[in-house]
């Protein structure tokens, strides 16, 4: 898994760098100072939804209580935002 690298001078970003900037519009970089823009156009953006209906065909097939289900899709959308970092791609602002 790999962090974004700045569009503009093409440093990687570390995990930190990028949790901490990845929920604003503007992402500024830590070594260039210029702004980059969460990439909408990257291939695959979609995969994380494909688990909501195989989460629950599991549930359903596996008969898991609502409690279980629940601490199940809790643990499933830490997960997901621990993993936003890794799924990032920056792009140059007008593109």
Not at 19 to 41: L, S, T, W
Not at 48 to 77: D, Q, V
Request: one cysteine or more; hydrophobic letters at 40%.
């Amino acid at each position: 898994m790999y962090t974004p690298e700045c569009s503009y001078c093409g440093e990687k970003w570390s995990y930190g760098q990028t949790f901490k900037q990845v929920f604003k519009i503007r992402m500024i970089c830590p070594h260039c100072g210029k702004e980059n823009y969460y990439d909408a156009n990257k291939k695959g953006g979609w995969l994380p939804l494909l688990a909501i209906p195989i989460f629950l065909g599991l549930a359903i097939l596996l008969n898991l209580s609502s409690t279980g289900i629940i601490l199940i899709g809790c643990l499933l959308m830490i997960l997901h935002i621990l993993t936003i970092p890794y799924r990032t791609r920056l792009q140059k602002a007008g593109k």
